[in-house]
């Protein structure tokens, strides 16, 4: 195996969870039967197609998709299981990705998330997704949310 020197490498865009309209990025697939009645939903995953864009214009530049799903893990606060690849479509990391797994305790400021491998040159990656919404629809349920990621590979 050729490792070369290891690098921190940080990524900065915006995913946009669409979960309302005709063109939904992100389905409910499965929930609790006493999920709807959870103040926290509790027990409800989805699965996520998420655009992710340079800018948080939903017109902005597609760098690559936000694949997995999350799921209503606490029934005291909002608190999703995050299970995700963040797939580059664009540029240099074009057909890498990075892979996601933890806590998103959504209604805190900043959400810090690890990242736990990747692919391609992102072979051996771990670092941490710092997830900020920038806007939240609470009638729709849509959200913009920034991201930087940090992460160390070869």
């Given at each position: 195996?050729?490792l ?5 490498s940080?990524l900065h865009f915006y995913f946009?969870d669409i ?6 990025t992100?389905?409910r697939?499965?929930a609790?039967p ?13 699965m ?9 214009e ?9 694949q997995?799903?999350y799921?209503?893990?606490s029934q005291t606060e909002?608190?999703?299981?995050m299970v995700?690849?963040?797939v ?5 990391y074009?057909?890498s ?13 900043v959400r810090?998330?690890?990242i736990?491998?990747g692919?391609g040159?992102?072979r051996?990656?771990?670092g941490?997704a710092?997830?900020k919404?920038?806007?939240?629809n609470l009638?729709?349920g849509?959200?913009i949310?920034?991201?930087?990621v940090y992460?160390?590979?070869?």
């Amino acid at each position: 195996m050729d490792l070369k020197k290891e690098k921190l490498s940080h990524l900065h865009f915006y995913f946009h969870d669409i979960v309302d309209g005709s063109n939904p990025t992100a389905i409910r697939v499965a929930a609790a039967p006493t999920t709807d009645s959870s103040p926290t939903g509790f027990g409800f995953v989805a699965m996520m197609d998420d655009p992710l864009t340079e800018g948080p214009e939903p017109t902005s530049k597609l760098l690559g998709k936000a694949q997995g799903f999350y799921a209503s893990a606490s029934q005291t606060e909002v608190g999703l299981l995050m299970v995700l690849n963040f797939v580059f479509m664009e540029g240099k990391y074009n057909g890498s990705t990075l892979s996601v797994l933890g806590r998103n305790k959504v209604f805190s400021e900043v959400r810090e998330m690890p990242i736990v491998g990747g692919s391609g040159l992102f072979r051996f990656a771990r670092g941490y997704a710092q997830a900020k919404t920038h806007i939240f629809n609470l009638t729709s349920g849509d959200a913009i949310v920034q991201y930087n990621v940090y992460v160390i590979h070869y």
